[in-house]
């Protein structure tokens, strides 16, 4: 057997047949992808099984075989690019040649990818990611116009000034600041008035221009020695530390710095006399020299901790008492000495000098001299940040002290307490005008052609200031409608662009044009990070101008760019998902002030590959709407005259209504109608509450945009009687509901409760008819409106509005420190979820039923609701 094997193995084996070459296919050539007659009839069934599908409907081929003349249709599901496909052929092959041929078809329309493989639609949930590029390096840009070397600057001669008046917290004249800068900062710049918070009820600021000013060098600087003493000591509150950090203002620094000059106002004239005297080097001679105004006689002097000085220069001063270390900014003298009895907080009655011996174990000595009216000086903190600004409101009497002068060492003088106080809020104030540059700055970088729109400055601040700001606005209004916007532009252009692809694919294709990840990349791409404001304003690391130095020199901004600077200290890294809201935002900034048009060139300046309103849409359909719906009855429940009726019958068709020589399923429609719905409510609610919440916006777009509501409206205007289906679950589904709840029609739709059992099929459709009305009526919204409106009133208003139990349990159980848990089952299609609260000494648990999860979800967190608002004795 060796040697027959050994001689065999030398003949060469003939080929194996070759049945491929023999049998029918179809090849790719790009990628070599094959079909043959045997394979395509599982790939055209693999095809339908990823159709989109509903527990009423599962999209499968239908075969029509007439084996007398050799004949075979396939009738491909309603949602699919391709209905009907016609071969000839031998009756063993029909079925294969049929297929084959529809394979052809749908590669060639794009429907089966190159590999004849249908596009997989499965949507996960996106991650929140970190743009990594971002992570590390993300700039915090600053205003071009507060930038300059001071040497440069001090040799400028002419500058920009700008008065600030702060009127609200005194009962006086206005307190007025001079803003002197390099360059003029533009009309948009002085259009605004914006408030701070936590003194009284609020102080208004206004700014406006004030012309140029002659400066010489010696001028520049001290005024720059005097408002960086004055915010130094208001931001530190130690005069030593201060001391310090101003021993080099001499020197002019050649490195780019925050280089601008704050010059107090007084009687409406620059008060050159504090600005050259208080911050200067005369107070800090020694305790021997004498040290005085020369109005002084020789009697007006008094003796404080380093020396004599005249009472004038005490009287209007920034004071420390080196016994605590504490700042006092003194306004006048008492009618009292330190012999004088002082009424103790805890009721007790002594004398001054008594007290601070006690107390401080301290032993005053000059009896006669009159006590110092005076108060302490407050840290600055952030006067824009609106949140518990009642908790910090501080009261004058509180702050009020009598200091005896042996105790004090002068600081600053002459500066007036109306003054200092002024100067307290400069850091707010400037960080405020900070981000108002850089606002105006924004616009004009998005290039030429969104100069045309005329946007305030503030609106596109709101849109980049976040929630975590804690400031008067923030972007969650703004966000909410651009999202809306985004959505709808989005989703019409791949209604229009891609006309074969059904709705699971335009949900994905949507998804990826405008996903978190994608806005984010957008952000970056177009460096737009840096305006973001994410954090809320620290006045402690505010740079003040004339100190924005470290130890060796080193200036704390940096050149991103020709004109474009940052600080050198980098943000906190910022999530894709805040940065994409932030697009959203001002999506939202550019349709509120400028109109859709604004909008969509902002979305195509960000590089964005969408069109906008490219709609009329080339339909081949030729059946008459009346054979199979009641057209008039219709038209009259919706109050539109269809000009392309096929249109209406589309959207009532169900996938299961695989009737020959109809329209599409409603699943386009549906796809595009939910974001026309949706943008329109956000847009009605945006403009008809503008003083509402970011939150309340929110709660009225969800209560008015959400298949529930859609349902509950469907069936109480009929509408559920003209549904095109052949299932005969959702006849069921449809019957035994309405059966049940026949009398609960007549009500408001809004909400969730109205319409929560029925099928997501009836408010499908009200989507689908609106993206209907759309399509024929060429894209107008307004249209649409009217339509809509008539099916959905009354529509949900603040006084009507109903928070969604999840929510509104969520919210209660915070509020309290409670814990929820949440158990889901499921039994012959019904969800049941059970809902816990363990509360500090009971347990509560409630469990309801619904077809859904969502649904029993909601009843339980209402049940729950309701029993711990008892318990608590609460409506």
Known sequence: MR??????????????????????CYVVQSTGAVVT???????????????????????????NIDK???????????????????????VS?????????????????????????PELTVLEDEPDIVVEKYKEEQPDYFPEQLVDNWLHFSRLGLYYCYKISLEGYSKTTPAEIVLAVKSDMGSDFISNSFKLWGVQDYVTVTMRYVGIIHLNQEQVIVARRFQTTILSLIISNDHL????????????????????????????????????????????????????????????????????????TLKNSIVCTPHNGTLYAVSGFLDLNVNSLLHRSDGSVVSYKTHFKTRHGLDLTCEDQPLLAASKILKVRNFLQKGNCQEKKETSNRNAVELPPELCIVVMSPLSAHTLYSFSFIPSIMYRIQCMLLSVKLKRQLGPIMQQFDIPSLKILEALTTKKCQEEFSQESLETLGDSFLKYIATQ????????????MLTKMKKNLIS??????????????????SEPFHPETWIIPGLGYDTCGSSKIVIQSPNMYSLRKLKLSIKSKRIADSVEALIGAYLSAAGEQ??????????????????PIERKVTIKSEEFINRRSLEEMLGYDFNDPSLLVEALTHGSYQIAGTTACYQRLEFLGDAVLDHIFTDYFYHQYPECTPELLTDLRSASVNNYCYAHAAVKAGLHKHILHLSSALYRRMADYLDTFKQSFSGPSYGWEAGIGLPKVLGDVIESIAGAIYVDSKCDKEIVWRSMKRLLEPLATPDTLEMDPVKELNEFCASRAYGITYTVTHDNRVSSVVAEVQTKGTAYKATRTGITKDDAKKLAAKAMLQDMKAADGMK
């Open 68 to 90: 007398a003349l050799g004949t075979c249709t396939l009738h491909l599901p309603n949602s699919s690019p391709v209905h009907t496909v016609y071969a000839q052929g031998e």
């Open 241 to 312: 530390e201060v001391g310090d950090s101003i021993k080099n203002l001499l020197e002019m620094p050649l490195s780019p710095g925050v280089v601008y000059l704050l010059l107090p106002v007084v009687a409406g004239k620059i008060d050159w006399c504090s600005i050259k005297f208080s911050a200067s080097p005369m107070l800090e001679a020694t305790n021997k020299d004498i040290r005085r105004c020369h109005s002084c006689k020789d009697t007006d002097f008094v003796q404080t901790k380093d020396g004599p000085l005249c009472r004038c």
């Open 493 to 504: 252009h791949l209604f229009s662009k891609y006309k074969h692809q059904h709705e699971g």
């Open 598 to 615: 604004g909008a969509y060139f902002f979305m195509k300046s960000l590089g964005m590959d969408i069109e906008f309103h490219n709609m």
């Open 93 to 117: 092959v029909l079925k294969q040649v049929v297929c084959l041929k529809a394979c052809r078809e749908l590669h060639a329309i794009g429907a089966l990818t190159d590999a004849l493989l």
């Open 3 to 24: 040697e027959e094997s050994l001689r065999l193995a030398s003949t060469p084996c003939q080929p194996l047949p070759n049945t491929l070459c023999k049998e029918e």
């Open 37 to 63: 007659l045997n394979s395509s009839v599982p790939l055209i069934y693999f095809f339908c099984s990823k159709l989109p599908s509903d527990e009423y409907f599962k999209p499968l081929p239908r075969f």
């Open 516 to 533: 978190n990840a994608a806005l984010c990349q957008l952000a970056c791409s177009n460096n737009l990070v840096g305006y973001i404001r």
